[in-house]
């Protein structure tokens, strides 16, 4: 996977996007981008679909904080408005 990863980095036009929801598998690619050096140079980007438990933020906050490198991009539905998440459950 590390040949994967550096490969593409270097290959791609543009290099890669890594879509991530911050489970099992997408943390195991953004430890290894970090581990390769990828990390900075790789936007990495989280989709909030306004139906998170806290802990999920909780736990997007701690992987903020762990790899600081890291440039997320936060995504949300359309004409979303700050604080009107709980109008969506």
Same mark, same amino acid.
């Given at each position: 996977p590390e040949e994967i990863l550096q490969w593409a980095a270097k290959t791609l036009p543009g290099g890669v996007i890594q879509f991530s929801? =911050? @489970?099992p598998s @997408? &943390?195991?690619i953004i430890d290894m981008l970090d581990k390769l050096g990828l990390l900075e140079s790789t936007p990495v980007v989280f989709i909030d679909t306004l139906? /998170? =438990?806290p802990e999920s933020y909780?736990?997007?906050t701690n992987v903020t904080k762990r790899y600081p490198k &890291?440039? /997320?991009s936060i995504f949300y539905p359309k004409d979303f408005l700050k604080g009107e998440g709980s109008r969506f459950d």
């Open positions: 929801s =911050f @489970g @997408g &943390m195991v139906h /998170l =438990f909780q736990h997007v &890291m440039k /997320l």
